[in-house]
């Protein structure tokens, strides 16, 4: 089994790299979502700006779509993919997008009208397309590597959002009663997120590879027959021969619909988990929630309260004894989350302020630990090229959900009596 294989490496070596990797893909899963999560939490802002555009729905759908089209494209070709390149390219895209946004928005001082409006629509989408080269490719890399970290890596993706909730509040403090207070708090996330986002190239490209222990992994993933590490490996000077290269006949690369069939249950259980989840986050708590004694703070500490759990739930896995790996139990935990569902229609209608911030910190903390649950039992018994593309497909049923949910989010709307 893969994940357990770091055992034959020397101890202090373990020790030292497996805990600089371990921050590492901290950072990086926290570069892959920031630029994201930044659009959804400044979306007043742009609202502000764009009064007649209805940005929040028009952006998520130019950036979902897009993110699961080209994931498709890439999981397809996956198995003959350069995944140092695709990493690396997909990082400098959020890096040039994300300037590219806080230089529009100085370049035209914040004005608003159809041709920003568009500029800021492209910019989006071509977060879009980074974050399916991103996310893919370093899920895929990390499920035949260490399984503390693929979980630092959606750790990080949670703590993304855990940071820009408390940029906002930070921000909706300091700048509330100054002139043009909402454009600084803009301004100084997006240039948060830019700095991020070079930090990511940096990490990727010149600390990441050259750990001992993921050295060990990609030339351990070589051997079973792994294409995709043979640049990785290069630049981190190690040159493998074709012998490694090829790996053993015995052992080819299963095709990705056999092994999706395999694992249905698992992608399954991700698409339920961010179809849920987003259905009510956050476009139920800032619509659907009513009046309340936090006034306009209430839908902002909804927000900084399920990023906040989310992250610890991602972080409740690594105590082994709360670890759920059961498929079956992991199945009936997923659809009994479908419960929450009624739970917070009737707390919006009936329910006072506390309900909701403890159904709020709920969702969030079962969101974090299912998906860390999934993610790091599903690659489990299949060699190295599998678990690359495993790992590519369930990145698929993750965006897929998530655009389902915001579909589905459009229900409360109707239900509402507002559509």
Known sequence: MANDDSSAL?????????????????????????????????SDYYYHVFPHYHPSRVLTLVYQPLAIGTM????????KMNTRKRIMFGYTLFFLSTFGLLLLDLGTSGKGGIGNYFGVCVLVAVFGIAEAFVQGGIVGDLSFMDTEFI?????????????????????????????NGLRKGVILFLSISTLVQFLCVFLYAFVFGKLPIVKHFRKKAASEGSKTVASDLAAAGIHTTDDETVGDAKHERLRNKTLLLQTIDYALDLWLIYALTLSIFPGFLYENTGHHQLGSWYAVVLIALYNGWDLIGRYVPLIECMRLESRKGLVITCLSRLLLVPCFYFTAKYGDQGWMIFLVSFLGLTNGYLTVCVLTVAPRGYKAPEQNALGNLLVIYILSGIFSGVVLDWLWIIGNGSF
């Open 151 to 179: 979980q630092s890596f959606f750790a990080g993706l949670a703590a993304s959002g855990a940071l820009t909730s408390g940029l906002r509040l930070v921000t909706e403090a300091a700048f509330d009663k100054t002139d």
């Open 72 to 79: 498709i494209i890439l999981t397809y070709y996956e198995a």
């Open 10 to 42: 020397s101890t202090p070596t373990r020790i030292e790299g497996k805990f600089k990797a371990i921050v590492v893909c901290w950072f990086l899963g926290l570069g892959t979502l920031v630029a994201w999560n930044s659009m959804l939490t400044i």
